[in-house]
């Protein structure tokens, strides 16, 4: 990926963390998969949402997706390509969050337009 298609995120603790610059539709894929994979809906239908039930998600799906997210948007922790999932848990928290609250501005709705 070349350099104009990444972003740079300076940590409250001071690493440096490279992320893909923008979501692609490959990332989208993958994210939205994982988190409706294993969903059942049953009932309800347009005429009567209220009886609509949804089924099936995994009470872990929010750490798989985040790891996933880690795994295909974050480029480079402090210099260095590998073993970028345990650089990151290994920082401090603040650090941590910071990133993923970077990973979370970019995948913002998977990838819904913004309206103003």
Do not use: C
Request: aromatic fraction near 4%; charge should be negative.
């Amino acid at each position: 990926m070349n350099e104009e298609n990444t972003k740079t995120l300076e940590t409250p603790g001071g690493h440096t963390i490279v992320l893909v610059g923008e979501m692609t539709g490959r990332i989208y894929r993958e994210l939205k998969g994982m988190w409706f994979k294993d969903v059942i809906i049953e009932g309800g239908g347009p005429e009567n949402p209220d009886n609509t039930k949804i089924s099936g998600m995994k009470g872990t799906i929010m750490e798989e997706v985040e790891s996933k997210a880690i795994e295909l948007m974050v480029l480079s922790v402090d210099g260095s390509d590998e073993k970028v999932q345990e650089k990151l848990l290994d920082l401090p928290y603040v650090d941590y969050n910071s990133v993923i609250e970077k990973i979370n501005e970019l995948t913002q709705d998977l990838g819904q337009k913004k309206t103003d």
